[in-house]
């Protein structure tokens, strides 16, 4: 079936760093969601993206639809300790599929 | 945005009862969902709706079912719960953006199902 690949699984930056991470697929989608998700919490919508080729910020967030409509990058400047959490990317158009997580550790 | 509410948020439950997770949403959103999550894994779609009296099963196979009698509620139930339903489950409702064509879900708080 469809996949997500997420990269990195987990990552530890210190805090005031940039942060980059991808998810590829070997299909093609209409739409691309990046979520975090807290523990014992539900996922939060942070950025969706429309359009391949799309570039959209959500304050320190910046994301990217690939212009193949296979990947997505989610990029976090200036990190800070609330970023803390697990990210996950999601494909689809009204039926999504979710990434494998990247897992974000901040050091201050 | 929508408002998504989930009861209960934990549940410990014994092997053989059943059980329903409760799921609302308060924006008039045709479309829900419901997700399994083991802790810190990636999410799987297992119910989702299209509208009232509309169900469709989703990409993991659940013994669970699902009913839409309200555009509202989406109610997840389990006739006989076993120790390999434990989980986190999430309910989600879509809505489209005027002018997108777009889906974007939103997600409840979640309820944790423990079962002994």
């Known amino acids: 079936g469809q996949q997500l690949n997420q990269s990195p699984q987990s990552m530890f930056i210190q805090e005031g760093e940039d942060v980059s991470m991808n998810c590829t697929s070997s299909s093609i989608f209409n739409t691309w969601l990046w979520y975090k998700q807290d523990p014992g919490e539900g996922p939060v919508l942070l950025i969706a993206l429309y359009k391949a080729g799309e570039l959209t910020s959500n304050g320190r967030l910046t994301a990217q639809f690939g212009t193949t409509r296979k990947d997505s990058f989610l990029n976090i400047s200036a990190s800070i300790p609330s970023d803390v959490g697990i990210y996950f990317c999601a494909a689809g158009t009204y039926k999504y599929i979710f990434g494998t997580g990247t897992r974000l550790k901040v050091l201050a | 945005e929508a408002d998504i509410y989930q009861t209960p948020r934990y549940l410990v439950i014994g092997t053989g009862k059943k059980i329903t997770l409760e799921c609302s949403q308060t924006m008039g959103h045709d479309k829900m969902y419901w997700y399994q999550q083991d802790p810190g894994m990636e999410l799987h779609l297992i119910h989702y709706s299209y509208g009232v009296n509309s169900t469709e099963k989703g990409d993991l196979s659940s013994e669970s079912t699902v009913s839409r009698i309200r555009t509202e509620h989406f109610p997840l139930t389990l006739e006989s719960a076993r120790p390999s339903h434990t989980s986190q489950y999430l309910c989600?409702?879509?809505?489209?953006?005027?002018?997108?064509?777009?889906?974007?879900?939103?997600f409840g708080p979640g309820t944790r199902l423990t079962v002994t």
């Open positions: 989600a409702s879509s809505e489209t953006p005027p002018g997108t064509g777009v889906y974007e879900q939103y």
